[in-house]
């Protein structure tokens, strides 16, 4: 295998803009992990001889070691980068020992196994990835809520890591469907959304989603640009490639069947609309959840039908909450990408053993070999590890590590963390309000369950009663969260 280096030389300057161009990879489809180039150039070669000129350098050496990834064009791989040398005089000798990192774009790699749980049809992926090319994929979301938490992360993630091989990523953003419903996973009616709601919702998730994608680099679309112009007879076409017996196969409508709740026709509309979304992009892959399957695969029945492109589907694993049920706000156990750095770092402390090795793999960017090793070892020790690099995701190395050590105070050294925030309260004011004020709990709701529940202390005594008034001192919710109160 030969390797080759293109130097396009300025004519004046001190940096040199070049393009790595890797030849002859053919039947190298596996991933290259930490790999280092040793760059041996040839000797005696004069910039200024050959102004702005393409020059060949064979490459002398190869070893594996560590790498990142440019770019792929037409089936090169392209890396570009600025080398400190000095142009003036033109001396390309000096490239010496230069390190790198990379992905080959022809291996699948991690882009089908990390964190999937379905790819359909298989063979078809590995063809589209292998080929070099660019795909073209997308990911819809409905932005049904306004926080996001890392179980949402992880088809966001998928989406990164095909942005980061060079691919071309669309982010569509269901502001039709939304005002539908999807009934995926669902024991009920989804209650539908106005668009005017849908926009504010996504405002708010967009922010959250930049914390894990370059929206910068992404293109953003709308799906009622196109369904809501749809007409009745291209309606009953699009309902034509679907047969009721198909639907009625989901499983979330046979246990509605079964529990005499209703289905109304629109939701059998639902995936046809989302799988419309796939004909108008025309694209090579959808990934989404792994509840996702039967609408994207819908999605790949149609673009056959209208004579687009083969389109693959990739669903991601659906990631537990930290108690090991489904990751839901009603059992208060998610991690949400937008909590404190101590919160943040305090839930993944709480995740259940046998959890780790999944949350490293969807949440995290740890070689799964690393990872491994990680978890033979203390499993204290394992989780965190697993904390700092999730709240160095989100927040920072930094917050990270101060996260860790007010952890560490509270729970090892049995102390108070020492940026407790401080609120001042008038006397007789009840702590139900002020849980509430200071967002310790979402409502009163939820402060009567916890405080029901004994979860709540005041100067290390557990509350009794949802009645208790306010006393001055320090007010504990849960393991992680304290108030100091003046009155």
């Known amino acids: 295998m030969t390797l080759w280096h293109e130097a396009v030389v300025p004519k004046e300057g001190t940096k040199l803009q070049s393009r790595f161009r890797l030849h002859g990879w053919k039947g190298l489809h596996r ?124 088809p966001l993630r998928k989406l990164k890591s095909f942005q980061e091989a060079g691919h071309e990523v669309i982010f569509l953003i269901g502001s039709f469907t939304a005002t539908i419903g999807d009934p995926s996973g669902r024991d009920q009616l989804r209650e539908p959304l106005t668009l005017a709601k849908v926009e504010e919702n996504f405002q708010t998730y967009k922010n959250q989603a930049a914390k894990i994608l370059d929206l910068s680099k992404v293109k953003i679309v709308y799906n009622h640009e196109w369904l809501g112009k749809l007409k009745f007879d291209e309606i009953v076409k699009l309902a034509s490639n679907v047969t009721v017996q198909q639907m009625l196969d989901r499983e979330m409508f046979q246990r509605r069947i079964a529990e005499g709740k209703p289905i109304g026709v629109h939701e059998f509309l639902y995936p046809l609309m989302q799988g419309y979304d796939s004909v108008m992009l025309d694209v090579d892959c959808e990934l989404g959840g792994n509840d996702q399957l039967f609408n994207i695969l819908c999605g790949r029945t149609l673009q056959a039908a209208y004579g687009k492109r083969e389109k693959f589907a990739l669903t991601t694993r659906l990631i537990e909450g930290t108690d090991g049920r489904k990751m839901s706000k009603t059992y208060n156990n998610c991690v949400y990408l937008e909590d404190e750095p101590a919160d943040m770092f305090g839930k993944v402390m709480s995740v259940k053993d046998d959890l780790m090795e999944t949350y490293f793999e969807c949440c995290t960017d740890v070689p799964m070999e690393e990872a491994k090793k990680i978890l033979g070892g203390k499993p204290r020790d394992a989780k965190a590890r697993l904390a700092r690099e999730i709240v160095t995701l989100y927040h920072g190395k930094e917050a990270a590590a101060k996260a860790e050590e007010s952890f560490n105070r509270v729970f090892k050294d049995k102390g108070l963390p020492e940026d407790i925030p401080e609120v001042k309260v008038k006397k007789g004011t009840a702590l139900i309000d002020v849980l509430v004020s200071s967002k310790l709990v979402s409502s009163k709701s939820e402060a009567r369950r916890v405080i029901e529940q004994g979860g709540v202390k005041m100067n290390n005594k557990v509350v009794q009663s949802i009645e208790q008034g306010i006393e001055e001192g320090i007010v504990q919710v849960g393991k992680r969260k304290f108030l100091r109160i003046v009155v």
Not at 32 to 42: G, H, I, P, S, W
Not at 107 to 116: K, N
Not at 118 to 145: H, N, Q
Request: aromatic share 8%; with cysteine.
């Open 31 to 154: 991933e290259l992990r930490e790999a280092q180039m040793t760059f041996l150039a040839l000797n005696g070669m004069k910039g200024e001889e050959h102004p702005r000129s393409v020059r060949r350098i064979p490459f002398m050496q190869v070893c594996i070691r560590q790498i990142a990834f440019g770019g792929v064009f037409g089936g090169t791989h392209v890396f570009m980068v600025e080398l400190p040398v000095d142009c003036n005089n033109g001396d390309l000798s000096q490239w010496i020992a230069l390190l790198y990192s990379f992905t080959d774009m022809s291996s699948p790699s991690d882009l089908l196994t990390r964190a999937v749980e379905t790819v359909v049809p298989r063979d078809l992926a590995e063809r589209k990835l292998k080929s070099g090319k660019p795909i073209r994929l997308y990911l819809g979301i409905d932005p049904t809520g306004a926080k996001l938490h890392i179980g949402h992360s992880v």
